[in-house]
């Protein structure tokens, strides 16, 4: 796990010295072990590495081929590198990591190496033969790679941090990017919310040369596959064989590895694989709260009792939160909505001496774990009686109580495209324009949805949802709250959920066998008796902080602070939001907690990182 950098500059001028360092020392949290530059010229790569498969110096980057034609810099890990390196026969291998597999497989088959590798990964390629530079990024978006491009030079990096501090860039509020922000509770690719930066999406790679810059595809979730067998025997086999690997996979590590543990079914089952798949005791952690309703600590001791783990339970008061927030909001490279928790428990974690960990999230996606499958299930049984009724619907969306359920009878269809950007969103588009003075951008999401809709529609109905959260909430917020989270406190997080093999695998299953008569039931059922049956038939609940009974106590003056500097900036209708503010003390039930915190951690964003709005 690392940070990487770089630049093209298209005229043919020199990279300037110190803009590499500048740029790898802004994200000297993701790899505190070594760092590395090569320049050609008009082409420099700068590297950050925190160590964790051959710790040795030789496998330091920027790394090159035996030829020394082709260059790179890489931050992830491919866990079936061993595989891959078993190919390569032509070649005698000095280190024991997969970088070194990595670039002789691109030497050998150029971009198309990807293809054969399993992984989560940012990779930055130059050829020096043809001068061409590749920028590449993993399937499913768990790693990021943020560009700036203007006719001069582009700049990418790992982090927005990073690219600013090239210098060459001027941080402009991207105006627009905070109305998704708001929406979605954090901003969606290709966009940033610094004016001019975009990221690069999830499964595309760049072609950059002196003729400029060109992005394509490299893998579609989109492409349907259906499952050879419909034997639901046959198909929770493969489910728990596919997990198997999937997890013994993210165990390939030099340094020792730990694990999420929350209690729920998803990391209670990769705690329950890890200890099949690993000689050693799995070291688990799980935050609990004196605010016992939020607190699922007892559930963890279940889980580590009987896989007996070396079990930490860490106990967050609110005067612990309160001296952790600032260090939590301090490390977001982009803003989120949804990101301290992962913070605080990562902290944990790397407290107690640990470099990698696994984590349980991607299960809810994937086996249709939160509450909207079913309604959009039932949803869609109705979409006939929905299309039909179009004028009665927005009629009576016109008196209804509620923003969401506005939105939701206003939509033009029961269709994925246009039901799940509403269902997923946290202040509604007339809520932002009450509050706020600038007309909402584009929807990336939506627009996403809509542009593959034909494709998504070949999939079972539960696995339509699936691939709309992986475009929207799972991309955008929960996989970026995982990486800077963690590699803020330099430490990694591997998601065996996040397989893209075991992903497409489980979107080829009907509806008629992954739907769930009590919680991720095909998930549970492929478990076999793996999990206790007090995690099985419990109450779902999220891993999430008390938030609510926190700002209007603990964090009460904090957040009052900063809703109202930012009813200061010209973008805010002040009245409005202070209103707003003014009802939820009240404990008015139509405000909720992440409307209100929205605004705060926004404007804590702004003033932290000086950014010119």
């Known amino acids: 796990m690392c940070g990487i950098a770089g630049i093209y500059y298209f005229k043919n001028q020199q990279v300037p010295e110190g803009l590499l360092q500048r740029m790898t020392n802004a994200m000297s949290h993701r790899g505190s072990n070594a760092d590395g530059f090569f320049t050609d010229h008009n082409v420099g790569l700068g590297h950050r590495r925190l ?41 005698h291998f000095k280190t024991t990591g997969d970088t070194e597999v990595l ?33 590449a990024r993993d399937r499913m978006g768990v790693k990021p790679l943020y560009y700036y491009a203007n006719e001069n030079y582009l700049v990418f990096a790992s982090e927005i941090r990073a690219i600013i501090a090239s210098g060459l860039v001027r941080p402009k509020l991207h105006q627009p990017a905070i109305a998704n922000f708001l929406k979605y509770q954090s901003v969606s690719s290709p966009d940033s919310i ?17 003729k400029g810059f060109e992005i394509k595809c490299y893998w579609d979730i989109t492409a349907f596959k259906p499952i050879a067998s419909s034997d639901r025997t046959v198909i929770k086999k493969n489910i728990l064989d596919l997990l198997q690997q999937s997890v013994s996979q993210r165990l390939i590590s030099d340094v020792p590895i730990g694990a999420f543990l929350s209690g729920g079914i998803d990391s209670s089952a990769v705690v329950a694989l890890m200890s099949q798949s690993n000689n050693a005791r799995p070291v688990t952690f799980n935050i609990a709260f004196e605010e016992k309703a939020f607190d699922e600590s007892a559930y963890a001791e279940i889980v580590a009792k009987k896989f007996n783990t070396d079990h930490h339970k860490i106990v967050l008061p609110p005067n612990i939160m309160l001296e952790e927030l600032t260090n939590a909001l301090n490390a977001m490279d982009t803003p989120t ?123 079972p109905c539960l696995s339509q949802v699936s691939i709309a959260e992986y475009f929207g909430y799972t991309q955008q917020t929960l996989l970026k709250d995982t990486d800077q989270m963690g590699m803020a406190v330099t430490l990694e997080i591997r998601e065996p959920f996040f397989d893209h093999e075991l992903i497409e695998y489980v979107l080829g299953i009907p509806d008629t066998i992954k739907y769930p ?4 039931q095909l998930l549970v059922e492929s478990l076999g008796d793996l999990l206790p049956p007090e995690i099985v038939h ?73 950014i010119d709005a």
């Open 51 to 91: 160590s964790i498969i051959d710790l040795s110096e030789s496998a330091n980057q920027p790394f090159a081929d035996q030829t020394k034609r082709y260059q790179v810099v890489y931050n992830g890990e491919l866990y079936n590198f061993p595989e891959v390196k078993k190919t390569i026969t032509d070649h």
């Open 194 to 210: 610094i004016e001019g930066i975009h990221e690069l999406p999830a499964a595309h790679i760049m072609r950059v040369n002196e």
């Open 517 to 520: 008569n009590y919680p991720k």
């Open 337 to 459: 909505g949804d990101g301290i928790n992962t913070f605080v428990v990562s902290k944990a974690v790397k407290k107690a001496g640990l470099t990698v960990a696994l984590s349980g999230v991607g299960g809810d996606e994937l086996f249709a774990g939160y509450p909207f499958f079913k309604k959009y299930y039932q949803l869609r049984k109705q979409s006939r009686a929905w299309n039909a009724a179009t004028g009665i619907r927005k009629l009576t969306a016109a008196f209804s109580g509620t923003a969401k359920w506005h939105d939701l009878l206003s939509t033009n269809s029961a269709g994925i495209a246009d039901i799940y950007p509403v269902l997923r969103q946290i202040i509604s588009p007339r809520e932002i324009k009450k509050l706020s003075r600038f007309e909402n951008g584009h929807d990336a999401v939506a627009d996403l949805l809509a542009q593959k809709e034909k494709a998504i529609n070949n999939f």
């Open 103 to 135: 670039i002789e497989a691109f030497a050998r088959r150029g971009i198309e190496c990807l293809n054969a590798f399993k992984g989560m990964f940012t990779a930055a390629f130059w050829d020096s033969s043809e001068k061409t530079m590749w920028l």
């Open 538 to 610: 419990r109450r779902k609940q999220g891993f999430t902080f008390p938030w609510k009974i926190w700002m209007k106590n603990d964090l009460k003056e904090f957040c009052d602070t900063h809703i109202r500097r930012i009813c200061q900036r010209n973008f805010i209708n002040a009245d409005k939001l202070l209103h707003k503010w003014n009802l939820f003390l009240r404990d008015e039930k139509q405000v909720r907690w992440m409307e209100i915190w929205l605004f705060v951690i926004l404007e804590y964003w702004l003033e932290k990182n000086g």
